[in-house]
Nanobody, 118 residues
Framework: QVRLVESGGGLVQAGGSLRLSCAAS????????MTWRRQAPGKEREFVAD????????SYADSVKGRFTISRDYRQNTVYLQMNSLKPEDTGVYYC???????????WGQGTQVTVSA
C-alpha cells in the first residue's frame, strides 16, 4: 500500500504562486509514476501533470504548460507542483496520485484546496 498526503493549498490572488507537496509512504520504493489532478466544483477531475518517478520525464495539460512545474525528491519520496501565474480557473481541489505499474493510478491523497481570486 502507498499512503499519500498533500499539502500547500490555500487562497491566492490571480498572478500569484503556490507550491503543492505530496509525501508518499508505505511502498514508496515501488513508485512508478506520480500525477497531479484537479477537480473544480461541478466538473470532473482532470489531468494536470505527471512525472516518471525514476527517469523524471514529465507531461502537462495544455492549460498549465509554461506555468506549472512538477518535480520529485527521490530521497524524500515527495512530489511537488509549483504553480505560477495562477488564474481563477485553476481553482479546485488538487489530488496527488501514484501508480506502481505505469498503468492506472490506484492510490490517491485526500486532496488540497486551491482557490485563486480574481
Amino acid at each position: 500500500q502507498v499512503r499519500l498526503v498533500e499539502s500547500g493549498g490555500g487562497l491566492v490572488q490571480a498572478g500569484g504562486s503556490l507550491r503543492l507537496s505530496c509525501a508518499a509512504s508505505g511502498r514508496a520504493f515501488s513508485l512508478y509514476t506520480m500525477t497531479w489532478r484537479r477537480q473544480a466544483p461541478g466538473k470532473e477531475r482532470e489531468f494536470v501533470a505527471d512525472i516518471a518517478w525514476r527517469g523524471g520525464q514529465t507531461s502537462y495539460a495544455d492549460s498549465v504548460k509554461g506555468r506549472f512545474t512538477i518535480s520529485r525528491d527521490y530521497r524524500q519520496n515527495t512530489v511537488y507542483l509549483q504553480m505560477n501565474s495562477l488564474k481563477p480557473e485553476d481553482t479546485g481541489v488538487y489530488y496527488c496520485g501514484a501508480s506502481l505499474t505505469g498503468g492506472a493510478y490506484n492510490y490517491w491523497g485526500q486532496g488540497t484546496q486551491v482557490t485563486v481570486s480574481a
